[in-house]
């Protein structure tokens, strides 16, 4: 009786404890709810307004008035968004490389026994935590024809350089700074991929008499190819989305050499006060980021190794 009754007091304990663990609904909800809240105002909202007014002429001030596809129409007639995707997949194919390569090679270097590494770590992800604008602005009086740049050179017996009023040198400009800005935070993650590698999988390549190069490519970028292809997509998208560097240290010149599609969309929404456009040229960028990414979610199957 009494080992029954301890049973049954055991029981009633268990299902009070898995009750009270539980509790009611709304709770769950009521955290949830803010974050739903935000997403729907500020993400899920905007995008659907977006995609809505691409098929419209509307002002800031204006109305809207919907005219199908003729602004998509007109983005395939559009010289100045066409130099824009151009200036764009450029950026794209030289920073996404450098930026990478940088983060791997800097990676790699500060996992060997440097003195102070924790600290060089600390200091490259220093730009990557700091304001975009204010290095920007920083870098544009740099690079000005009678800056620090130019004035070094002159003191080494070199002619200046006209990194700001030339479209080669001035993109070039842009994608430096971009890659120094942003390299910090692919270092990290790639170090913490590197430090996943165990040591003994080293010592056994080692013994089998691999060299470094057989080691890089035969085991330390296969087993770190995750970590390479989480950074590898997140750099693409930024590229994709550059702003900041060019609206600060060049403005999209000199000669639209260095307007991206992020300035160009800005300057026709907020300048040329063409919202139904500029939402046109969003969905475009939109689809866009899409078939890389997909394309790169395709591609990892091929080279990224998860075991």
Request: charged share 10%; aromatic share 12%.
């Amino acid at each position: 009786m009494d080992r029954a009754e301890g049973e049954a007091a055991d029981g009633s304990v268990g299902r009070l404890r898995r009750r009270s663990l539980q509790g009611p609904r709304w709770v769950g909800w009521a955290f949830v709810l803010p974050g739903l809240i935000g997403l729907a105002v500020f993400i899920v909202l905007p995008q659907v307004a977006s995609l809505v007014l691409g098929f419209a002429d509307s002002t800031l001030l204006g109305g809207t008035q919907f005219t199908g596809t003729q602004n998509y129409a007109r983005l395939l007639r559009d010289p100045q968004f066409l130099n824009s995707v151009m200036v764009t997949a450029v950026f794209v194919l030289v920073y996404v490389p450098a930026n990478i390569a940088i983060s791997m090679a800097m990676a790699m270097w500060l996992k060997t026994r440097i003195a102070g590494r924790n600290w060089l770590r600390v200091i490259f992800l220093i730009p990557a935590l700091s304001p975009l604008v204010a290095n920007a602005a920083v870098f544009r009086l740099l690079f000005q024809q009678d800056g620090v740049v130019n004035q070094a050179l002159a003191a080494i017996g070199l002619a200046p350089i006209p990194w700001l009023s030339d479209g080669s040198w001035a993109l070039a400009v842009v994608i430096g700074v971009s890659v120094w800005q942003s390299f910090g935070y692919n270092m990290i993650v790639l170090g913490a991929g590197l430090d996943s590698i165990s040591p003994d999988v080293i010592a056994a390549s080692r013994i089998d008499g691999a060299g470094r190069f057989r080691r890089l490519v035969s085991i330390t970028l296969p087993l770190v190819s995750p970590a390479l292809f989480f950074t590898t997509v997140l750099t693409v998208i930024g590229a994709w989305q550059t702003f900041a560097q060019a609206y600060v240290i060049t403005g999209g010149g000199p000669g639209n050499s260095t307007m991206t599609i992020m300035l160009y969309l800005y300057q026709t929404a907020f300048t040329n006060n063409q919202l139904g456009y500029a939402s046109a040229i969003a969905t475009v960028l939109f689809v866009i980021i899409a078939i890389f990414t997909l394309f790169q979610l395709w591609g990892q199957r091929r080279w990224v190794h998860y075991d």
